[in-house]
């Protein structure tokens, strides 16, 4: 089916996500859709799979004019989206997932609908059991669950938002054997990115997108420096980084394992010094995270020890490691950082040093307002958590971080983050190690991790699988490793 | 018109409209309740010569009321929906009747040792709650409701066998309770300025707690968002728990006020189910602690002065209940669309401007 | 101790087994209506209330009309109402589901006694009884299943046409959705908000008729407060069955039997006459308690047969908003 947008427009509040946005995609081909995080693709395709109505302009599927008011309409339509974080219902079995909102008899028959799911998984050679609840499924695997769904259901139009985030290489592999071979049947493919290097490697053609407007469309192959220039506007410089004189070792991570799960099967070792940045990487849930928590005292190793600054924390409580100057910044900012409802004053005057049971609002405000100025956060001390923009809730998070830090710890720093704000909150970063914090972080971001970090440590299905001097590594190396292959050994989709 | 009048007249007006509708439907005018309702609880004109019992009455309705709202406050700044206040009551108010049937000493002290024990009763009932939450994992509200069913028993119990009245045992409750252990009053009424006082004090405090404290605010850290606190170094289970145990504690002297001040003796329904009116008044007052001083005291004229609907207007007494809650959720809804309206002129004006 | 032993042994003769099967209607629709309107998200915490109004509103009308049948649709009605006032609370205005629902629960509450006073102690309209031809012969069975009345019959059907329509149907399916994760749901064209609606109207519904089937049949009459706490009970069981219905069948047969028990207890220990009839309350509360005690389930986890049995979780998205767009 050949699809065509036509001067789409689409803004919210004062934010033009969509400018005007014309585009073509041809029947049976794989369209790249490339561009920054907040260069307007997610809301372009919420557009095309009914979650926004476009303020202005049309859709024509197959030259005509099509509605595109709710998902309904968009399904009726033959459109298929694969959002990021695959909307499966986790506790329900995969054929429940696989049946669940398609048209039919009153009665659900769940054994067509097995073998249905069976030959298509036989088509795409994909492996999911029909009785598994789906949380125990891979991303991945959610995935391929979604793809037999919506072609079960008729797409002839598949929409994929960031698929490869959070996916092994060897399915990444497969997602792309896939893809390509659903375009050759017909199929027509989006597929939304700010991965260049993986749009380059699948698509037929590419259309890029900055700041809401279409800034150039073109045919594959081409050199990577050509779309990196339409997608930044000029080339990308590696921040220089400066070396910074280590000091004592702030984090002794000895031999840790812990008893069930990721991380268990082999130990870990880490020593990091004071104005040292280590960078963990790995597809998520290789273990990076739990050995975040680890090191925040979070969660207690069976075996090893956790110390800190040369004392022994291991099996300590959380707030002991707190009172060590380990602080740990988790990936949700609303969620597990800041509080909704309560002012940016009131956040400082919970984190502050002032313990006395009587708070000094006046001190607080002072201080907040202080903060807010120096943290450029658009907001003013009275303004609550959640009003503020993604970007200005980091700010106010590392604003609220206690002076002297010996212990970083953070989840995916620059997640959600326009540009802009994630250089700001490097400075930052960067600003901290010149004073002697240790900061470790994880990211799924491998241009970040290279830039910032002074070593790399790559996780893979529980275990490190490789340490890196970032100096001397390049994406590739860490890839690899990323994906399980290190440099003798395939260690291909062990799980 | 401005957002903050629509605000306040919206949800006015729903409530207004309400309570008139729900009186014509009851057959009968507007005016007539409201004013014997007024003359019942504190007399029309009010305050006027002999209608000190009733006044007494009608504040020693509100002392427990306000006092369980003043509770509650705290419980629900931690996020808990505490529906085990009534058995919390009903603890402080077992504790009390115990003291008060046991313990020999002199008029100050014995008051004191009531008061003491209504809190210690009440605290402990409410840490029940909170342990079953923090450690068992059970939804408060369920956890709340069985110890409150438990409490209800307890009562039962204690009235029925070791506590029966001399003579035959009866639901009508226990033997009066000694002089000495009731809460002083203003003679020829049950109003006991003790019990205002320490209302009054009650709230102050909670107010203070969450306006001026580091725990106030870590509590109401604990209550918005625990996760994050949790992270932020606040010791969410003990807060929990606190919380609990403060709410507990105010329950329980209300409890006391009950026991000791109002019904003197222990009866079945010995909370006379002002915890869940409690409940009502602190969603009605919107979580404000000053506002549950006018709001309790509304509330306890409604109850007390109901009782003349029957004898003078042949409407049950029971209709003060159902104006009670046809109040608090017209309010609720006055209030929703409101902010609804509000919600949407900000969306409007935002989408225009783009 | 033999008394209490006796009382246990004396449980299982056809005769109690048949009067707690024959009592168990009212909660049985109730349990149904809730498991149902909390599966699709919305919690409705005014059943003690609504219940009551309903089983007020049932007596009026069977004792007015003349016709016990009547007094159904009007329960059901009732029900359906206060359901509605939740939804459009919650997902219109953006109100707590469990602050409507409570002020809801002490409002029908005091409008049932208020409506109510004239008719307490009237005679009772009663379902009549219907032995099921043929089958109400059948030993122990015949007794125990089929020796009842429509209401009853139709309480037990009601338990077998939920489970299949939550679980062997499409809609069942998609309802299942509403309550799990609304976004995919919404994403996959299913009318959230609508069916949301829609299912705790159901869910009313069937409280409603609960509340009726006690007024009309089990506890036949009115009195003051004659469905007391058991909505709270409902509530507890929906839990205790792990938002299943038949699990939740089950808790309420199981609470019957309590009832039972404690009954048989009474003479035995007469002076705890009051009390008695109480403590099945507690007691589902301490059941709930160990289901949901998170060392057990981590003991459990190593028998996953048995913790699917179990184990108690909710529909993750129960109690929210779902916003389009």
């Not at chain 2, 009866?267 to 709001?295: C, D, T």
């Not at chain 3, 024959?22 to 919690?43: P, W």
Request: net charge neutral; with cysteine.
């Amino acid at each position: 089916m050949s699809l065509e947008l036509r001067n789409i427009h689409k803004h919210f509040g004062a934010v033009r996500a969509n400018d005007g946005i014309t585009i073509e995609i041809e029947t049976g081909t794989l369209h790249g859709l490339l561009g920054e995080n907040g260069a307007g693709k997610s809301t372009l395709m919420k557009v095309l799979s009914g979650f926004h109505a476009a303020d202005s302009g049309e859709i024509m599927l197959d030259g005509e004019q099509v509605e595109l008011a709710s998902p309904e309409d968009a399904i009726a339509a033959g459109i298929g989206m694969l959002h990021q974080d695959p909307l499966v219902f986790l506790p329900f079995s995969v054929i429940d997932n696989f049946v669940l909102g398609s048209p039919g008899h009153r009665r659900l028959d769940r054994r067509k609908a097995k073998s249905d799911l069976r030959g298509l998984c036989e088509r795409y050679g994909f492996n999911l059991d029909p009785a598994l609840p789906a949380r125990l499924l891979t991303v991945g695997e959610r995935q391929q669950l979604e793809i037999v769904r919506l072609l079960w259901l008729g797409a002839r139009v598949l929409i994929l938002d960031e698929p490869t985030t959070g996916i092994s290489a060897d399915q990444r592999g497969k997602l792309f054997a896939t893809l390509k071979s659903l375009a050759a049947e017909g199929m027509s493919v989006i597929f939304v990115s700010h991965k260049l290097e993986e749009v380059a490697d699948l698509c037929d053609r590419v259309t890029v997108m900055r700041r809401g407007k279409v800034v150039g469309e073109v045919e594959l192959p081409v050199p990577p420096e050509h779309l990196v220039d339409m997608m930044f506007g000029q080339a990308v410089e590696i921040r220089g980084r400066y070396p910074v004189p280590l000091g004592i070792s702030h984090l002794t991570i000895d031999a840790v394992r812990t008893a069930t799960g990721l991380l268990s099967e082999e130990p870990v070792s880490l020593d990091v010094k004071a104005g040292e940045i280590v960078g963990l990487a790995g597809m998520e849930g290789s273990g990076q995270d739990a050995f975040l928590r680890i090191c925040a005292g979070m969660r207690a190793p069976k075996h090893g020890t956790v110390a800190v600054a040369g004392k022994n924390l291991t099996g300590k409580h959380y707030r002991d490691f707190l009172a060590a100057d380990v602080k740990y910044l988790p990936a949700g900012r609303l969620e597990e950082g800041l509080i909704e409802g309560l002012t940016i004053t009131e956040h400082f005057v919970l984190t502050g040093a002032d313990k006395r049971f009587f708070v000094d609002w006046a001190a607080g405000r002072r201080r907040a307002e202080d903060q807010v100025g120096h943290f450029n956060i658009k907001g003013t001390e009275a303004s609550t958590a959640e009003s503020l923009s993604g970007g200005n809730q980091q700010r106010l998070l590392l604003a609220l971080l206690p002076v002297n830090l010996k212990l970083l710890l953070m989840e995916h720093p620059t997640r959600g983050l326009d540009i802009e704000s994630a250089d700001w909150v490097w400075e930052q970063l960067l600003a901290r190690r010149e004073e002697g914090t240790s900061i470790v972080f994880a990211s799924a971001d491998l241009d970040e991790l290279l830039r910032y970090s002074d070593r790399i440590l790559v996780f893979f299905s529980g275990r490190v699988i490789g340490e890196l001097e970032a100096a001397t590594s390049n994406v590739d190396e860490i890839g690899m490793l990323i994906g399980g292959r290190t440099a003798d050994v395939d260690m291909g989709n062990s799980r | 018109m401005s957002t903050r009048l629509t605000n306040l007249l919206l949800p006015t007006a729903v409530v207004l409209g309400s309570a008139t509708g729900l009186l014509l439907l009851a057959g009968t005018n507007p005016w007539d309740p409201l004013r014997l309702i007024v003359e019942g609880s504190i007399g029309w004109p009010p305050f006027e010569e002999g209608t000190s019992a009733k006044i007494g009455d009608t504040v020693m309705v509100w002392v427990p009321i306000a006092l369980a709202a003043a509770g509650l406050i705290v419980t629900f700044s931690a996020g808990m929906w505490n529906i085990g206040i009534e058995g919390q009551i009903i603890l402080g108010a077992i504790a009390a009747s115990w003291v008060a049937r046991e313990v020999s000493a002199s008029r100050p002290v014995l008051v004191a040792l009531t008061l003491l024990a209504g809190a210690a009763g009440g605290l402990l009932w409410g840490l029940l709650v909170g342990v079953l939450r923090t450690a068992g994992g059970v939804n408060e509200i369920f956890g709340g409701l069985g110890l409150d069913f438990v409490a209800v028993s307890l009562t039962t119990y204690l009235i029925l066998d070791p506590w029966r009245r001399s003579g035959v045992a009866s639901t009508s409750g226990t033997d009066i309770f000694p002089d000495d252990a009731l809460l002083p009053s203003l003679s020829g009424t049950r109003l006991s300025p003790l019990a205002i006082l320490i209302t009054l004090l009650a709230i102050v405090g909670v107010w203070i707690l969450f306006r001026g404290t580091l725990y106030g605010l870590k509590l109401k850290a604990v209550g918005r968002n625990r996760r994050s606190a949790f992270l932020m170094g606040v010791p969410t289970n003990r807060y929990l728990l606190g919380a609990f145990m403060i709410c507990g504690a105010l329950a329980g002297m209300a409890g006391t006020s009950q026991a000791t001040g109002f019904h003197f003796k222990l009866i079945p329904s010995i909370s006379g189910n002002y915890g869940f009116l409690a409940i009502l008044v602190v969603l009605l007052a919107r979580f404000r602690a000053f506002w549950v001083i006018p709001i309790s005291f509304f509330f306890a004229m409604i109850a007390v002065g109901s009782s003349q609907l029957d004898l003078r207007l042949d409407l049950s007494s029971t209709l003060g209940g159902v104006l009670q809650g046809v109040l608090v959720l017209s309010a609720m809804f006055g209030m929703g669309w409101a902010a609804f309206r509000a919600r949407r002129k900000i969306a409007a004006g935002a989408g225009g401007a783009g | 101790m033999s008394g209490f032993v006796n009382a246990f042994v004396d449980m299982f003769d056809t005769a109690t087994i048949a009067s707690i099967v024959a009592g168990a209607s009212g909660l049985l629709y109730a349990t149904m209506g809730e498991t149902i309107s909390e599966k699709a998200g919305v919690v409705n915490l005014s059943v003690d209330g609504s219940m009551m109004l309903a089983a007020l509103a049932g007596f009026v009308v069977a004792f007015e009309t003349g016709t016990v049948w009547y007094g159904f649709p009007a329960a059901a009605a009732v029900g359906v109402a206060v359901a509605l006032i939740i939804a459009y609370g919650n997902i219109r205005l953006s109100l707590n589901q469990v602050a409507v629902g409570f002020v809801l629960f002490a409002l029908c509450t005091e409008l049932s006694r208020f409506l109510g006073r004239s008719y307490v102690g009237r005679p009772p309209v009663f379902v009549p009884a219907w032995d099921i031809p043929g089958l109400s012969s059948i030993p122990f069975f015949g007794r125990v299943l089929f020796n009842h009345n429509v209401i009853v019959y139709l309480s037990l059907l009601t338990v077998a046409a939920t489970y299949l329509f939550m679980y062997r149907t499409r809609r069942g399916l998609a309802l299942q959705g509403i309550g799990e994760r609304p976004e995919a749901a919404h994403a996959r064209g299913i009318p959230v908000n609508k069916l949301r609606y829609f299912y705790t109207a159901v869910g009313g519904a069937l409280i409603g008729i609960g509340g009726a089937a006690f007024t009309l049949d089990v506890r036949a009459g009115w009195s003051d407060g004659r469905t007391r706490n058991l909505g709270w009970i409902v509530l507890a069981i929906v839990i205790f069955g792990g938002w299943h219905p038949v699990r939740a069948a089950i808790g309420v047969l199981l609470f019957g039997a309590l009832q039972a028990f404690a009954l048989n207890l009474q003479p035995e220990f007469p002076s705890l006459s009051q009390v008695l009839p109480t403590m099945p309350f507690p007691a589902m509360i301490l059941a709930l308690v160990i289901v949901n005690w998170k060392a057990l389930l981590k003991w459990l986890d190593r028998y996953p047969f048995l913790r699917s049995i179990l184990r108690s979780d909710p529909p993750t998205a129960i109690g929210t908003r779902f916003d389009v767009g």
